[in-house]
C-alpha cells in the first residue's frame, strides 16, 4: 500500500503544470493535476494564444492600408468584434480540450476546482477534498497587479477583460509601457480605437534595446498611438462618457475605456504555502534553486509564480527540466541565459541577449552594427514605415552577445538567431552566413560597418 495517494500533485494547469504532469504519468507516476479554471493557463486562456489571435485580427487595417500602394482598392471593409470573439473562444475551447485529452492519454488525473496546501503532502482540492502526495509542483502562474492605491483603479480593466469586452470602446487610455500595454496599444489601435499610452519612464519597454525602444515609440506614434511618457495615473473618475484619466503631469484626457498594463503578480493567494513552509523571495514569488526546488524538500515550483523569466516556453523548460529530474533519473536545469522574446508590438520586436547599454556593462567595450532601413513591402507602397537591425559584438572575443530587431516578421527571425547565438556564434561567423534575398533579414548577415553611437536611443 503507497504512503501517499500520489507521486505527484501539480496545483495549476497551465504551460508549465502541464508539461511536467505529462512527462511525470508518462513515466509511469501517479499524477494528479488541479485547476480552478479552464486548462491552459494563462496562455492559452487569456494570454500569449488570443492576443495573437486579435494581433492577427488587427494587422489587417494595416494591410489593407498597404494594399492600396499595391494597385489594391479595399471597398467596405468593416469588422465584426462579436464575430472575431466567437471565433476566438471555440479555438481557445479547442485547443484546451487538446490540453486536457493529452493530460488523460498520459495518464494524469484531472481535479477541477481551486488547490491548497494543508501541510508538505497534502493538497485540498475545492469539493474534491483532501490528497496526498509524495512530490507536490506549484505551477499557479500569475495574475495583473494594480495598485490599490490609485483613486478609482476599480473604473480600469486589465488583460484579463480584454478577451471578452462586449464591444470595442471608441477610445481607450492604456496604462503602462511593458509587453502588455504596448502590445494592446497596437491592437487597439488597429482595430480603430483611438488609443493613448500613458507610461511613467522616459521610454517604453523598460529592458529593451534603447534603440528597439525608441524606434518602436516612433512606429507606434506613425500609427496614430498618442504616446505619453514620463506620467501616470493619478486617479481614474467616471464620467457621462466613460472616464477622466488624471495624470501625474497635470494632463487629463477622457476615454471610453481605460485599462492598466502595471505587471503581473504570482498567484499564490490562498494557497496555504505557510501551512507547508514554502518560502517566498522579496518580491512575493516563490523562492527556488536551479532545480526549481523550494526551501521544502518535495516541493518545487515552475513558471509565473516564481518570476525568473516570465514567458510561456520557459516555465515549459523549468516544468520538463523537473519532470526529467524527478522522474526520469536526469538531473536537469534549465539554463535562462540567451532566451530569445518577441513583443508582439506593431511593428513587432524579437530580442535575444544583452542590450548595448548593458553589454556596455558587463563586456566594457562592445562594437554596434546597426542598419535602419525602410521595407521593401513598405517602401513599394509609399510607406515611411522604418524596420530596426542591430547587433551588439564584444570586441574582445567577436562574439554576437544581443541581437534586436524591429519589424516585419521580427519575432519569427529572432529564433534562428537565438540557435546561433546559443551556441556562442562569433560576428565572423555570422558574416560568413550567405543571405537569403529579397529579405529584411538578409541585412542581418550583411551589416559590415560599425555604427558609432550618438548617444542612446539616437541613431545616425
Ligand atoms: P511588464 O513588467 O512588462 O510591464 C509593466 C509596466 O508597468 C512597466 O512599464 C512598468 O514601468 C509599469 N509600472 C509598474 N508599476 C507601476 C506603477 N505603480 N505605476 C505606473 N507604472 C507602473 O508587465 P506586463 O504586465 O506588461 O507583462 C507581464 C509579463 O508578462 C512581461 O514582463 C512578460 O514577461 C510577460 N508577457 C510576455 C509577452 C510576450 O512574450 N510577447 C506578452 C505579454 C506578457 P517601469 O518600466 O518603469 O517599471
Excluded at 500602394?69 to 471565433?87: I, K, N, R
Excluded at 480593466?157 to 464591444?167: E, G, Q, R, T
Excluded at 513583443?343 to 562594437?367: H, N, T
Aim: glycine content about 10%.
Amino acid at each position: 500500500m503507497a504512503q501517499y495517494d500520489y507521486d505527484l500533485f501539480v496545483i495549476g494547469a497551465g504551460s508549465g503544470g502541464v508539461r511536467a504532469a505529462r512527462l511525470a504519468a508518462m513515466s509511469g507516476a501517479r499524477v494528479a493535476i488541479a485547476e480552478e479554471d479552464r486548462v491552459g493557463g494563462t496562455c492559452v486562456i487569456r494570454g500569449c494564444v488570443p492576443k495573437k489571435f486579435m494581433v492577427y485580427a488587427s494587422e489587417f487595417a494595416h494591410h489593407f492600408k498597404t494594399s492600396k500602394g499595391y494597385g489594391w482598392t479595399v471597398e467596405g471593409a468593416s469588422f465584426d468584434w462579436p464575430a472575431f470573439l466567437a471565433e476566438k473562444d471555440k479555438e481557445i475551447a479547442r485547443l484546451s480540450g487538446i490540453y486536457v485529452r493529452n493530460l488523460q492519454n498520459a495518464g494524469a488525473e484531472l481535479a477541477h476546482g481551486k488547490a491548497r496546501l494543508l501541510d508538505a503532502h497534502t493538497v485540498e482540492v475545492g469539493k474534491i477534498g483532501k490528497r496526498t502526495a509524495d512530490k507536490i509542483l506549484i505551477a499557479t502562474g500569475g495574475r495583473p497587479w494594480r495598485p490599490a492605491d490609485l483613486p478609482g483603479v476599480e473604473h480600469a480593466i486589465s488583460s484579463d477583460d480584454c478577451f471578452h469586452l462586449p464591444k470595442l470602446p471608441k477610445s481607450i487610455v492604456i496604462g503602462g509601457g511593458g509587453y502588455i500595454a504596448v502590445e494592446f496599444a497596437g491592437i487597439f489601435n488597429g482595430l480603430g480605437v483611438d488609443v493613448t499610452l500613458v507610461h511613467r519612464g522616459p521610454n517604453v519597454l523598460r529592458g529593451f534595446d534603447d534603440d528597439v525602444r525608441s524606434h518602436v515609440t516612433e512606429e507606434m506614434e506613425k500609427r496614430g498611438i498618442t504616446v505619453i511618457l514620463a506620467a501616470q495615473h493619478t486617479a481614474i473618475e467616471k464620467t457621462a462618457n466613460g472616464f477622466m484619466n488624471k495624470l501625474s503631469n497635470g494632463h487629463e484626457c477622457e476615454s471610453e475605456l481605460v485599462m492598466l498594463c502595471l505587471g503581473r503578480e504570482p498567484y499564490v493567494e490562498g494557497l496555504g504555502l505557510e501551512k507547508a513552509g514554502v518560502k517566498l523571495n522579496e518580491q512575493g514569488a516563490v523562492a527556488v534553486d536551479e532545480y526549481s526546488r523550494t526551501n521544502v524538500s518535495n516541493i518545487w515550483a515552475v513558471g509565473d509564480v516564481t518570476d525568473r523569466i516570465n514567458l510561456t516556453p520557459v516555465a515549459i523548460r523549468e516544468g520538463q527540466a523537473f519532470a526529467q529530474t524527478e522522474f526520469y533519473d536526469t538531473p536537469t536545469s534549465f539554463d535562462h541565459e540567451m532566451v530569445a522574446s518577441a513583443v508582439f508590438s506593431q511593428p513587432p520586436i524579437g530580442s535575444v541577449g544583452l542590450s548595448e547599454a548593458d553589454a556596455r556593462k558587463q563586456y566594457g567595450k562592445v562594437d554596434i552594427y546597426l542598419a535602419r532601413m525602410k521595407p521593401m513591402k513598405y517602401a513599394f507602397a509609399g510607406s515611411d514605415e522604418r524596420a530596426l537591425l542591430k547587433l551588439v559584438v564584444d570586441c574582445a572575443t567577436d562574439k554576437v552577445l544581443g541581437c534586436h530587431v524591429v519589424g516585419p516578421d521580427a519575432p519569427e527571425m529572432i529564433q534562428m538567431a537565438a540557435i546561433a547565438m546559443k551556441m556562442g556564434v562569433t560576428k565572423h561567423q555570422w558574416d560568413a552566413t550567405c543571405a537569403v534575398h529579397p529579405t529584411l533579414a538578409e541585412e542581418l548577415v550583411t551589416m559590415r560597418e560599425k555604427h558609432e553611437p550618438l548617444g542612446l536611443g539616437q541613431v545616425a
